[in-house]
């Protein structure tokens, strides 16, 4: 039964994807993109605002009554059980700049936790999705979707992780470089990619020191229904903590202890 409760929600959510890679491949590469700066000092694109409104319209028209948190254009959801979480596009940096690693991240919470997840991303011809209940998949150039689920890898020394950058891990940073040491291998891939190579079994860690709920929602519920953990590198549950660790499951806890001096 809980199940199926979320069939209708994702398959919602698998639409408003598909309107986001319509505006997204269209803007991507494009000469008179253009390129602004928000008051947090990071970029945003017209394509970013396009694609947050066009999801926001067909929200407005199929779920009147949820919520919605998304990265440009702000929140409606104080005091609803129910939102959705928006990151037109996650990775905006690389889209400026031609590096085909972006997506769009589209989520529903409900009661505080997370039930559906879509990361799109057209220009990687991948997208996977996942339900409560429903598990998690990844499809290829709007193929069949496949089943994923995350490695068996038990020991750090075995493990392969992925990261974007070390900026922003200020007084962890040591824990985090001695984490990275300690792995068999490591790349800086980033963003959403990172989290769902986790999902998928390619690497067994991914961690982030700064992101916002819109970066990680989505990924949160991928992640968990292919079998891992996710959470802040501090240790709590969820993506609602300011920062962004997936794994496995089997090394979640070894992982937080070590970037914790614990």
């Excluded at 008051?39 to 067909?58: C, G, H």
Aim: with cysteine.
């Amino acid at each position: 039964m809980e199940a199926n409760k979320y069939s209708e929600d994702l398959a919602l959510a698998l639409v408003l994807a598909d309107a986001a890679d319509l505006i997204t491949t269209a803007r991507y590469l494009a000469e008179d993109l253009v390129i602004t700066t928000k008051p947090d000092n990071t970029p945003v694109t017209d394509a970013d605002r396009a694609t947050e409104t066009a999801i926001r319209k067909i929200l407005s028209d199929k779920r009147a009554n949820d919520g919605l948190v998304g990265e440009e254009f702000g929140d409606n959801a104080e005091g609803k059980n129910r939102y959705w979480v928006v990151d037109p596009i996650d990775g905006t940096k690389n889209f400026m700049r031609g590096v085909p690693t972006w997506a769009t991240l589209i989520a529903l919470v409900e009661n505080g936790e997370v039930v559906v997840g879509v990361a799109s991303a057209p220009a990687l011809s991948r997208r996977w999705h996942a339900g409560k209940g429903l598990g998690a998949f990844v499809s290829f150039n709007g193929g069949a979707k496949r089943k994923i689920h995350v490695s068996k890898v038990s020991e750090i020394k075995d493990a392969s992780i992925a990261y974007s950058d070390f900026v922003g891990w200020n007084e962890k940073r040591p824990a985090f470089t001695s984490l990275v040491d300690s792995c068999w291998r490591s790349r800086g891939l980033g963003d959403f990619w990172s989290h769902v190579l986790v999902a998928e079994g390619a690497i067994d860690i991914a961690a982030e020191p700064s992101l916002a709920l819109w970066d990680m929602a989505a990924l949160d519920v991928i992640v968990r229904e292919a079998g891992g953990a996710f959470g802040a590198i501090t240790g709590e549950i969820g993506p609602h903590h300011r920062s962004g660790l997936s794994t496995n499951g089997l090394l979640h806890e070894k992982v937080v202890k070590l970037l914790n001096g614990k």
